[in-house]
């Protein structure tokens, strides 16, 4: 941990807020005083949900009051194995208390200060980023808010890699390289370099330039760039497509052809970032030209990171040319160094690795089972499933009642990004129960599918009458 957040830490230990602060005290007023009632049954938030926050995510699946550890507690008592951690954001799993001391020290000192200033905090956690990704002199840090704003930052850097103009004046560099599966983020940017159509067709035309080439073809990347290619974006595991990684030596290939095109070589680590494969990046060993950081980053606390290295990359954009209001605000960056503090302070990169090892060859024993793919803690596995099944999704519902928290990126495949603190214990519980799970899920898909086939039937014979 950096020298200045040390001092910072110990000067205002949780249990003692800021004396020059009693503002903060209304937080802990009693229960009474509280200004959100945690009475109340799922059914009942789920109806003031509906009928108050806009539908993009469809109805929620569970209604979580609070959390400790890698468990939550939903609005009815029922208690969670938290296997998903808010899509790898919980590093430190729920309430940690040493995260939740600092931000609430630094909140209790100092917590929003716009980009006219700078903090201790910010400039502390700049440092030991660049520090952790090995990153040599004048490489810089910028400061966002989410993994799509990072990524929105990266595609201007990548603008900014125009090549010598053309005779007429002319941009030589216009295209920027993306990889079919990739998934960068939802904003109108980002959803660019994003390949699922279902994303994509609702908002386009979609800003152009953008290319997607086969995932992981390093001839099909290799005839791709040339020097009209501004920047090629790349995610060592490719999360939303099923935690798919890259084949052996593409990143470095990449690395390799990006470089002699001139073009930039943009890794995004928004997910497989920050312990999440048991390295602080997935991308080590290979020197990209930039790198988008956030979900682990904060341990639940939003905050984005954009690291451009070296002096060429660093000075693509220069004052005015890019902003944020909250991006590196004292409290954001005050809880990514306290994240960073315990991950690197409590060994748990080894453990990630550990517990993801044990994990992944438990998985691949269960019957049912076809495929295990994945780094560290960021897993993912196939399921057996006849064409037409959805199994992952009905596998997800019966998880939930089971007491465990899971995801499905497809039709056949669930994905696990649990807090970096899984304990192999907490991990042999999910495996034990995954038989009940996957048999509680094939049952429910053909109810469903029995329960179809009644409809069109029933349908036909109405229709037919």
Same mark, same amino acid.
């Given at each position: 941990?950096?020298n200045?957040m040390?001092k910072?830490?110990?000067?205002?230990?949780a249990?003692?807020?800021?004396?020059?602060?009693?503002?903060?005290?209304?937080?802990?007023?009693a229960?009474d005083?509280?200004? $959100?009632?945690?009475?109340? %049954?799922?059914?009942?938030?789920?109806r003031?949900?509906g009928?108050?926050l806009m539908?993009?995510?469809?109805?929620? !699946?569970r209604v979580l009051v609070?959390?400790?550890?890698?468990?939550v507690?939903?609005?009815?008592? =029922?208690?969670?194995l938290d296997l998903?951690?808010?899509i790898?954001?919980?590093?430190l799993?729920h309430?940690?208390?040493?995260?939740?001391?600092v931000i609430?020290? !630094?909140?209790? @000192?100092?917590?929003?200060?716009s980009?006219f200033?700078?903090?201790p *905090?910010?400039?502390?956690?700049a440092e030991?980023?660049l520090?952790?990704?090995?990153?040599p002199?004048?490489?810089?840090?910028?400061?966002?808010?989410?993994?799509?704003?990072?990524?929105?930052?990266?595609?201007?850097?990548?603008r900014?890699?125009?090549?010598?103009?053309?005779?007429?004046?002319? $941009?030589?560099r216009?295209?920027?390289?993306?990889?079919?599966?990739?998934f960068?983020g939802?904003t109108?940017?980002?959803?660019?370099?994003?390949?699922k159509?279902?994303?994509?067709?609702?908002?386009e035309?979609?800003?152009g330039g953008?290319?997607h080439?086969?995932f992981?073809?390093?001839?099909?990347?290799?005839?791709?760039?040339?020097?009209? $290619?501004?920047?090629?974006?790349?995610?060592?595991i490719?999360?939303?497509?099923?935690?798919?990684?890259l084949?052996?030596?593409?990143?470095?290939?990449?690395?390799e052809?990006?470089?002699?095109?001139?073009?930039l070589?943009?890794?995004?680590?928004? +997910?497989?970032?920050i312990g999440?494969t048991? =390295?602080?990046?997935?991308?080590?060993?290979?020197?990209p030209?930039?790198?988008?950081?956030? =979900?682990?980053?904060?341990?639940?606390? *939003?905050?984005?990171?954009l690291?451009?290295?070296?002096g060429?990359?660093s000075?693509?954009?220069?004052?005015?040319?890019?902003? @944020? %209001?909250?991006?590196?605000?004292p409290?954001?960056t005050?809880?990514?160094?306290? %994240?960073l503090?315990?991950?690197?302070?409590?060994?748990?990169?080894? !453990?990630? !690795?550990?517990?993801?090892?044990?994990?992944?060859?438990?998985?691949?024993a269960?019957?049912?089972?076809t495929?295990?793919?994945?780094?560290g803690?960021?897993?993912?596995f196939d399921?057996a499933?006849?064409?037409?099944?959805n199994?992952?999704?009905?596998?997800? %519902?019966?998880?939930?009642?089971a007491g465990?928290?899971?995801? /499905? @990126?497809?039709p056949h495949?669930?994905?696990?990004?649990p807090?970096?603190?899984?304990?192999?214990?907490q991990a042999?519980d999910? $495996?034990?129960?995954? *038989?009940?799970?996957?048999?509680?899920?094939?049952?429910?898909?053909e109810? /469903?599918?029995?329960?179809?086939? @009644?409809?069109?039937?029933?349908?036909?014979?109405?229709? +037919?009458s």
């Amino acid at each position: 941990m950096s020298n200045a957040m040390s001092k910072q830490t110990e000067a205002q230990p949780a249990a003692e807020p800021a004396a020059a602060a009693p503002a903060v005290e209304p937080a802990a007023a009693a229960p009474d005083d509280a200004l $959100v009632s945690l009475t109340g %049954t799922s059914e009942d938030w789920l109806r003031r949900y509906g009928s108050s926050l806009m539908g993009v995510f469809g109805t929620p !699946q569970r209604v979580l009051v609070r959390g400790n550890g890698c468990t939550v507690w939903d609005a009815d008592g =029922k208690a969670y194995l938290d296997l998903l951690g808010g899509i790898a954001v919980n590093a430190l799993g729920h309430a940690h208390p040493f995260l939740t001391s600092v931000i609430t020290s !630094q909140l209790a @000192t100092l917590g929003h200060v716009s980009n006219f200033f700078t903090s201790p *905090p910010q400039v502390a956690l700049a440092e030991k980023l660049l520090q952790l990704a090995g990153a040599p002199e004048g490489s810089k840090v910028f400061f966002a808010n989410s993994g799509t704003e990072a990524n929105e930052a990266a595609i201007k850097l990548a603008r900014r890699n125009t090549g010598a103009a053309g005779p007429d004046g002319t $941009v030589q560099r216009t295209r920027i390289i993306a990889l079919d599966g990739a998934f960068h983020g939802r904003t109108l940017g980002a959803l660019a370099l994003t390949a699922k159509k279902a994303y994509r067709e609702p908002f386009e035309p979609l800003p152009g330039g953008v290319e997607h080439i086969p995932f992981g073809d390093i001839e099909a990347l290799r005839t791709a760039v040339d020097d009209t $290619v501004a920047a090629v974006f790349i995610e060592p595991i490719q999360g939303e497509a099923g935690v798919r990684p890259l084949p052996a030596g593409y990143l470095q290939a990449a690395r390799e052809i990006t470089a002699a095109a001139g073009a930039l070589l943009i890794v995004d680590e928004v +997910q497989t970032g920050i312990g999440r494969t048991g =390295k602080w990046f997935a991308s080590e060993g290979v020197l990209p030209d930039a790198m988008t950081l956030a =979900k682990g980053l904060g341990g639940g606390f *939003p905050v984005g990171a954009l690291i451009t290295f070296g002096g060429t990359a660093s000075s693509l954009l220069s004052a005015g040319q890019h902003g @944020t %209001t909250f991006g590196g605000n004292p409290v954001a960056t005050a809880a990514s160094l306290a %994240t960073l503090h315990v991950i690197e302070s409590t060994g748990l990169l080894g !453990q990630v !690795q550990a517990t993801g090892f044990h994990l992944r060859a438990a998985l691949a024993a269960v019957p049912g089972v076809t495929e295990v793919r994945g780094e560290g803690l960021l897993i993912g596995f196939d399921l057996a499933a006849g064409p037409g099944e959805n199994i992952a999704p009905a596998a997800v %519902t019966a998880a939930l009642e089971a007491g465990f928290i899971i995801n /499905a @990126t497809g039709p056949h495949t669930l994905r696990l990004a649990p807090p970096l603190i899984l304990t192999r214990d907490q991990a042999d519980d999910f $495996v034990q129960a995954l *038989p009940g799970i996957l048999a509680a899920a094939r049952a429910a898909e053909e109810t /469903a599918r029995a329960a179809d086939q @009644t409809a069109r039937a029933t349908g036909k014979t109405e229709g +037919q009458s």
